[in-house]
């Protein structure tokens, strides 16, 4: 394994404004590197600063102290040299553009020529398994199928960081599963560095090569967990004992929280 | 099933039309609303004075018809400006949003002399009432879809790096186009009835003039002929906002 560290988060807080003026801590001192092509997932209950902590990496949020350094640059600067693709908690696909254009549109903020979008578009397409459903409109796709979208569209500007925000939270259990399974099979192929945000814990341990666990009020990294599974993983790997003490070992970390 | 469905819709509205039309005929609604027949002319007398007197309606139909139609497009042109002025300079445009809301509360209708005053009293001064009638709704219409925006979709651009005018012309721009076709099928009603309010006043030919005369005549079937003219001419233009929203929106919820 490469060992380059890709991201790496050094002391970083965040204190958001609250209604009335107080100040509200969503992350203390958080440090932590990310290597290149590493799956990481952050992981905690609700209010523990994983999203926050996401939207800094994008640089939709400013840390109130530390740095963050992606790939030697900020977050800011690798936000306008387009070094990372974004996957939201919703699809987020505009709903007058069909599929295929939805997948065009950061390729058009680019400015890359009408052939070429659609190529990628294509090629997109079907690494999601998608291909026949180029030409129609969002609300015309399932949930399921829309999020696929979403990483497709994520992909188009080929970006070395993929950052995802709780992508399958909306979906039901069977279509979480099966994206879970094909996420990793389109990671395999990409080999992009992946940071998953989620708050379901076996979700985390099913995708990760590391497991950050963040414990809230206020957000702080409490442990992060090598995640030693074989892989490929499939299915089948939710079963085994070493999958079951890896999510009772993370359970344990959330006790007395 | 959608379909055969919308037929059995059809249907029912036309059964239903007719029987109106019928109850109306045979003096059903002057025995309810205790009627003579002079203050309530029956459906075949309406008939027969537009068809005696088709000529004369027409013209003058296109008379409020032209007036309505350039009022609405000056005032819904204005009103998208305004709006989009509002949308790419916050700071005063909120202001400004305000300032129109209000003045759309205002009973424009009372402009209606005040405009013949400052327009004369031909087609101008009625254009100026219905411009200034579709103004709002259109502002404050295309206002709401140019910044009401679906969570995380202007992340989304964000995340791309976007500029503002990126984001106004892939995102704004086409997030507004189902408000202003709403906009634009209330101006359709609001207009025509601004512009045969305002020739009520002072005017010498349209729908609204013709009507108060023909009323100070007794010919009441021909008042009723000029309603049913300015019935139908409302009708033409809804349906043609709703045919262009049924092309413009194909991929909206609404149209499922």
């Given at each position: 394994m490469s060992s380059t560290s890709e991201i790496q988060i050094r002391n970083v807080s965040m204190v958001y404004k609250g209604q009335k003026g107080e100040a509200i801590a969503a992350l203390n001192n958080v440090n932590f590197n990310i290597r290149e092509g590493e799956f990481i997932s952050l992981l905690?209950?609700?209010?523990?600063g994983k999203t926050t902590l996401l939207r800094l990496m994008a640089d939709l949020l400013k840390p109130t102290t530390g740095e963050i350094v992606i790939g030697g640059l900020t977050p800011g600067e690798a936000r306008k040299t387009r070094q990372y693709g974004m996957v939201f908690?919703?699809?987020?696909?505009?709903?007058?553009?069909?599929i295929q254009k939805n997948i065009c549109l950061p390729l058009e903020i680019m400015k890359i020529g009408r052939v070429e979008r659609n190529e990628i578009a294509e090629e997109m397409l079907e690494l999601v398994g998608?291909?026949?459903?180029?030409?129609?409109?969002?609300?015309?796709?399932?949930g399921g199928m829309q999020q696929r979208v979403g990483i497709a569209r994520a992909l188009a500007i080929n970006p070395k960081i993929l950052l995802m925000d709780e992508?399958?939270?909306?979906?039901d259990e069977f279509t979480r599963n099966k994206l879970q399974e094909d996420l990793l099979k389109i990671w395999s192929k990409t080999h992009k560095t992946v940071i998953f945000v989620t708050h379901n814990i076996s979700e985390a341990v099913f995708l990760s090569d590391r497991v950050c666990v963040l414990t809230p009020?206020?957000?702080?990294?409490a442990d992060v967990i090598d995640i030693?599974?074989?892989?490929?993983?499939?299915?089948?790997?939710?079963?085994t004992p070493e999958f079951m003490s890896l999510l009772a070992r993370i359970r344990k970390c959330f006790m007395g929280v | 099933m959608q379909r055969s469905g919308n037929l059995v819709n059809g249907i029912i509205a036309v059964m239903f039309g007719i029987l109106f039309i019928f109850c109306w005929q045979v003096g059903g609604f002057h025995v309810l609303l205790q009627l003579k027949p002079y203050q309530l002319p029956l459906p075949t007398d309406i008939a027969g004075a537009l068809y005696s007197n088709f000529d004369v309606v027409m013209e003058n139909t296109k008379f409020t018809m032209c007036e309505a139609l350039v009022g609405i497009f000056l005032g819904s042109i204005l009103g998208f400006m305004f709006a989009m002025l509002t949308a790419i300079f916050p700071k005063w445009g909120s202001g400004g949003l305000t300032l129109v809301t209000a003045f759309n509360a205002v009973?424009?209708?009372?402009m209606a002399p005040i405009m013949n005053n400052w327009?004369?009293?031909?087609?101008s001064s009625k254009i100026a009432v219905v411009t200034m009638f579709s103004m709002a709704p259109m502002a404050i219409n295309t206002y709401r879809g140019l910044t009401v925006?679906?969570?995380f979709t202007l992340d989304l651009l964000n995340s791309y790096a976007a500029d503002k005018k990126t984001i106004f012309l892939k995102l704004r721009l086409p997030n507004s186009v189902p408000n202003v076709l709403t906009a634009l099928k209330i101006n359709t009603t609001i207009g025509l009835m601004a512009a045969i309010c305002s020739e009520f006043?002072?005017?010498?030919?349209?729908i609204g003039f013709e009507l108060s005369t023909v009323l100070k005549l007794s010919q009441m079937s021909l008042g009723w002929a000029y309603i049913v003219a300015a019935a139908l001419c409302g009708i033409l233009m809804y349906g043609v906002v709703s045919l262009v929203e049924y092309y413009a929106l194909k991929w909206h919820t609404s149209q499922q």
């Open positions: 905690g209950p609700s209010g523990c908690q919703n699809p987020v696909l505009y709903e007058w553009r069909t998608l291909s026949d459903y180029a030409n129609r409109y969002p609300r015309q796709l399932s992508p399958f939270s909306a979906l009020h206020p957000g702080q990294l030693n599974l074989p892989r490929p993983r499939s299915n089948e790997v939710r079963d | 009973p424009m209708i009372a327009f004369g009293m031909g087609m925006l679906k969570p006043f002072t005017s010498y030919h349209g």
